[in-house]
């Protein structure tokens, strides 16, 4: 079985002259020494060196501590709670991209119709390769989206001996609906969004703005996602049916095979870049303490703007502590025993 290509030995790092894109730890207590990631488990410790990582994604049985997290959020390191292989995100920290250039780019493109709907446009057109979508509305695109996945499912149904009736879908509950099949989908596409969350946040992107999709916190990620079905769950699902193998479990370790085959994370970092950064231009990702400003654009962060006449006005002022409000529960356990100390 092959390896998930970002499953990089981690005693290898050291001869890696830029980030790897990412290490998957699983069963192993991480922490921090120095400036390494130390990962131990029952077979060996290994010291990572974290500024040379990418992503961090910890998988099943993975413990952390506050000064690894520390460590890897001052190195610039993505940190992504997954499931099994990688193929499922439940929570992620800060990306690699400390600045908010790609993120203001892509707010301005989906707040301004026109360019929304080009953007749209040359993800359908990603889609529909040698055909020309620049006049199309959306719902001509939506109506020729839905017959290539019709014509799709037909021709695998062919190609599979795997009888295809239609899609069934439960929101909420996705693997429980339909037959085999329609399962089997469900659960590729679910591995597929986790995997399309992972990079849209490690890249500094916002997994809500959709341009095709909208009204939900995952909506980018559907839209990404929807890029590689073609390629990646509708062929796998078809497949896996014909070997009888109809397990939700099936579906994650068969996609994250594929996955392991063509560096399908590669392939969506550069398909969102070219999606959403002007032609030709790199976007800024400097981490920049600014303060917007409604005439100058934005100043200088960090500085005390007051005047004197601001202060006149705030002199005398009975000024009202912030503090964490009544709903705040704080758990804070003793001191930890020095070493050496007896009790």
């Known amino acids: 079985m092959a390896d998930i290509w970002w499953k990089a030995h981690p005693h290898d790092l050291h001869r890696v002259s830029d980030r790897v894109s ?3 730890v699983e069963r192993s207590h991480i922490d921090g020494d120095e400036n390494a990631v130390v990962i131990i488990n029952k077979r060996e410790t290994v ?3 974290a500024a040379m990582v990418a ?7 993975t ?9 890897l959020a001052d190195s610039g390191t993505t940190v992504c709670w997954v499931g099994e292989q990688g193929v499922r995100m439940y929570a992620a920290g800060l990306g690699p991209a400390r600045g ?8 301005w493109l989906v707040t301004r119709t026109k360019e929304r709907l080009n953007v749209a446009r040359a993800m359908y057109g990603m889609r529909f ?3 020309d979508v620049s006049t199309a509305t959306m719902q001509q695109l939506r109506g020729r989206e839905g017959a290539r996945i019709r014509k799709l499912y037909r021709a695998h149904s062919q190609r599979t001996g795997v009888a295809w009736n239609r899609r069934e879908y439960r929101a909420g509950d996705a693997y429980a609906a339909g037959d085999d099949l329609n399962r089997l989908l469900s659960a590729a596409n679910a ?3 986790g995997i399309c969350h992972a990079v849209i946040v490690g890249i500094g992107a916002s997994p809500g703005l959709g341009f095709v999709h909208t009204g939900s916190a995952i909506s980018f990620v559907l839209d990404v996602a929807d890029l590689y079905k073609a390629d990646y769950t509708i062929p796998l699902a078809f497949d896996l049916a014909a070997k009888g193998l109809t397990e939700e479990r099936d579906a994650r370790i068969g996609l994250r095979d594929r996955i392991a085959q063509t560096r399908l994370l590669d392939r969506i970092v550069t398909d969102i870049k070219i999606l959403l950064a002007p032609e030709g231009s790199d976007l800024p990702d400097d981490d920049l303490n600014q303060l917007w400003d409604d005439q100058l654009g934005a100043v200088e962060g960090g500085v005390n703007w007051a005047d004197a006449s601001d202060m006149a006005i705030n002199l005398g002022l009975d000024l009202v502590q912030p503090t ?3 709903d705040h529960i704080a758990i804070i356990g003793p001191e930890f025993d020095t070493p050496g100390s007896t009790s």
Request: proline share 8%; net charge positive; no cysteine.
């Open 22 to 24: 990412s290490v998957y």
């Open 55 to 61: 992503v961090m994604l910890m998988g099943p049985g």
């Open 129 to 131: 390769p040698g055909e």
């Open 63 to 71: 413990r952390v501590t506050h000064g690894a997290i520390r460590l």
């Open 324 to 326: 964490m409000g009544e």
């Open 191 to 193: 591995a597929l969004y």
């Open 100 to 107: 908010a250039g790609l993120l203001h780019r892509q707010a």
């Open 47 to 49: 010291r990572v060196p």
